[in-house]
């Protein structure tokens, strides 16, 4: 007997697909997950599985602007990293600001969104999510945070969409290792870190660039 054909929500459970007709639920559509800082979100997709593999959207612009908000992607990276390395926690200088929609297609990352908009009443807060191959989930840092993750498991492919280009001149970032942003990176041995973010500053020391006054989407 064969398979019948299943589609995972967000819950966890598994509903059965049966036949070709209309169904009751749209079952395309992400589940966008708030967080406990405003605009910081989770985008967990809805799954097809079947005796062949699975199915799923992982990115519409319609959806996207319509339950997120309207930004317009320009430009995709993928990082290839192995066990122990932390890359963070960057940013772009204005006028070069950035959004970033980022998912771990390949092992386990944690990754990290610390808010440096001067006068936020979340300033130095951050949101720290586990993406994996397995959960699918993606994670959207507005322009105005500090962006970071690291590899927990042997290797991690890392992707991310960008609504701005990459401008080396505007590159910024606070010192990932900062112990006062309270941060359980869960590496256990010495993490792997480029010479570059070896160098950026701690928060004390960190004069930013963002005003939560300023829309920085105008």
Not at 85 to 108: D, Y
Not at 118 to 124: A, C, V
Request: charged content about 25%.
């Amino acid at each position: 007997m064969s398979k019948i054909p299943t589609v995972t929500l967000n819950n966890g459970v598994k509903m059965p697909i049966l036949g070709l007709g209309v169904y009751q639920i749209d079952v395309n559509y992400p589940e966008v997950i708030k967080t406990a800082i405003d605009g910081v979100v989770i985008i967990e997709p809805r799954i097809f599985e079947d005796a062949r593999g699975y199915f799923f959207e992982s990115f519409s612009q319609r959806e996207f602007d319509e339950k997120v908000g309207r930004v317009n992607f320009v430009q995709d990276n993928e990082s290839k990293s192995s066990y122990g390395v932390m890359r963070g926690l960057h940013f772009q200088r204005p006028p070069f600001t950035q959004s970033k929609l980022v998912r771990c297609v390949k092992g386990s990352v944690l990754d990290v969104a610390v808010d440096i908009r001067k006068g936020s009443p979340t300033y130095g807060q951050h949101v720290a999510v586990e993406l994996t191959e397995d959960n699918h989930r993606q994670f959207f840092i507005p322009k105005g945070f500090a962006h970071g993750f690291a590899v927990l498991t042997e290797r991690a492919v890392f992707q991310y969409k960008c609504d701005e280009f990459y401008h080396p001149e505007a590159d910024g970032g606070i010192s990932i290792l900062d112990d006062s942003l309270g941060i359980d990176w869960r590496i256990k041995d010495k993490a792997i870190l480029s010479d570059k973010d070896t160098k950026h500053p701690l928060l004390k020391d960190f004069d930013s660039p963002f005003d939560i006054t300023v829309d920085l989407y105008k």
